[in-house]
């Protein structure tokens, strides 16, 4: 049978433009359909715009601590339209390329909603559009949960409209303990407003190694960020031009901003997949192989609709293995293990490979180096801020783990070390690389004392 495409690509964000492109390239005739803006959330509302509002965050501390150096800034002021226009920008520039490296492919954009009929055919919700497809792709992402019933849930917003906020609240009321959340806390936090968490769990960054969740505890706080544990929203009401929001604990909290950032969920409601068979998991996250392939031959699915690991990179790799795979002929399973991932709290997280905690169980006896000091720069400046890095090491191999770091430039330490765990090098490899001095990087080679564990945080 002849279709009118060989591949029909639904979500034009990370993962679905980097398989669009690479089918296409490949040869085959390849159509895709975006909702919002094309790029995805990466690039329109997520890793992107707030990594560069971070950057944008990140002066007041440095104007703080630049008064140790010996400078004096007057008349510091932050103004938030000027900002936020300029993520715009650059935002939708980076759509622009995005759009034209999909054109320049060959790749047939159609900007609007899609949802599937069957297994091989797919409508255009705006236009009535049919297409029929060899195959589909599901790379519809995923969206911010709320908590469904909460009266006065409107008057919260997630963190899709945090970007757009007409003017910087004077303080701000975050919901959730993820990684979302503290990196919007430590936003709002250096642009200068009152800044809370309040977080169900007793303690943020669930599935994050202990020693590093205990550490940004202290060090969230020490920042001027109030964190409230084991505490929920009973109810939010409109008290003039603010909100008056009631906890679980009795307490009523007045703010200008409730922000909620409690987990996302994946993007597959109303997509008609139960029409074409396509099993999906309690979480509505779309069930896959190695290979991305669905419970239906002719339908596969990557990125944060898969709920396998919700980052950028590994949704790009996702596509790009689906569609060397499929039209390459180069069978490409993904390799989920192993990935680095960074939180931009103050200080940064980078970490890569199992926390202590995960790696007792799976490996049984492991070693934990540990070391907690306050870097370099930060002595004379007077700032407080203490680094924290970890390593765990499997006690029977020496094999490398879990390398964790929460201090100043932690990401980009983590990414390097993911080389050295993914490929499983020794604690005795890893400590004969000769240290970079001075940096605060060359203290991850220099650990040789195995310490008690838990840490002394506890
Ligand atoms: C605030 C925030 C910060 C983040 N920070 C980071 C970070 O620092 N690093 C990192 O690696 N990851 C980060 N992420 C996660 C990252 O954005 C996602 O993992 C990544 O975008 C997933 O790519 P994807 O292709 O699976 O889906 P997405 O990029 O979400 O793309 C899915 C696209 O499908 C579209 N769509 C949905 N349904 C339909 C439909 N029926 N028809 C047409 N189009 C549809 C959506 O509009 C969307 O554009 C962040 C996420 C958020 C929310």
Known sequence: MKYDYDLFVIGAGSGGVRAARIASQAGAR???AEEYRIGGTCVIRGCVPKKLLVYGAEFAQAFADSKGYGWTVHDARFDW??????VQ?????LSGI??????KAGVTPFEERAELIDAHRVKLVKSGGEFTAGRILIATGGAPQL????????????SNEAFLLEKLPRNILIVGGGYVALEFANIFHGLGAETRIVHRGDRMLRGFDDDLRAHMHIETERAGIKLTMKTTLTRIVKSGDRLRVTLSNGEHVDTEQVLFAIGRHPNTRGLGLERAGVEVDKYGAVVVDEYSKSSVDSVFAIGDVTNRVNLTPVAI???HAFADTIYNNRPTPVDHRNVPSAVFGRPPIGTVGLGEGDARLSHGEVHVYRTNFRPMRNMISGNQERTLMKLVVDARTDVLLGVHIAGEDAPEMAQLAAVAVKAGLTKKQWDSTVALHPTAAEELVLMREKVQSPGSLF
């Open 317 to 319: 790799r996702d596509g």
């Open 147 to 158: 908590p469904d019933g909460l009266p006065g849930l409107e008057l919260g917003i997630s």
């Open 89 to 93: 920008k650059e935002v939708t520039r």
């Open 81 to 86: 339209p000027t900002l936020r226009d300029n």
């Open 30 to 32: 390849v159509a895709i």
């Open 98 to 103: 995005y759009t034209s490296n999909l054109i």
